[in-house]
Nanobody
Framework: QVQLVESGGGLVQPGESLRLSCAASEMIFSLYNMAWYRQAPGKQRELVAIFTSSGSLDYADSVKGRFTMSRDNAKKMVYLQMSSLKPEDTAVYLC????????????WGRGTQVTVSS
């Protein structure tokens, strides 16, 4: 069974940095699109960054220039380097693995809390 486990969250002050990690297991990792989402209390889950199996990378406008996503197919890991953090970045950050062929699949981790506060 596919498992995704996030780590690296915590409490930081505005302007500081954090690096999130997501470890995957029981999957052919390189075939999946990997993404980071976040969900703040009372808000809808939103896409933060996506790194496709073909190598395309995209970010939400709100994090462009501050966040960098990377993936290591050999280690089955994805990372989210977050810099210049703002209070509005406070949320639970979730890792997602998805593909549409040969059949639709989507897997989620349990998330890691990021709190940005002075």
């Amino acid at each position: 069974q596919v498992q995704l486990v996030e780590s690296g969250g915590g409490l930081v002050q505005p302007g500081e940095s954090l690096r999130l990690s997501c470890a995957a297991s029981e999957m052919i990792f390189s075939l999946y699109n990997m993404a980071w989402y976040r969900q703040a209390p009372g808000k809808q889950r939103e896409l933060v960054a996506i790194f496709t199996s073909s190598g395309s990378l995209d970010y939400a406008d709100s994090v462009k220039g501050r966040f960098t996503m990377s993936r290591d197919n050999a280690k089955k890991m994805v990372y989210l380097q977050m810099s210049s953090l703002k209070p509005e970045d406070t949320a639970v950050y979730l890792c997602n693995a998805a593909r549409s062929w040969p059949r639709p699949e989507s897997y989620w981790g349990r998330g890691t809390q990021v709190t940005v506060s002075s």
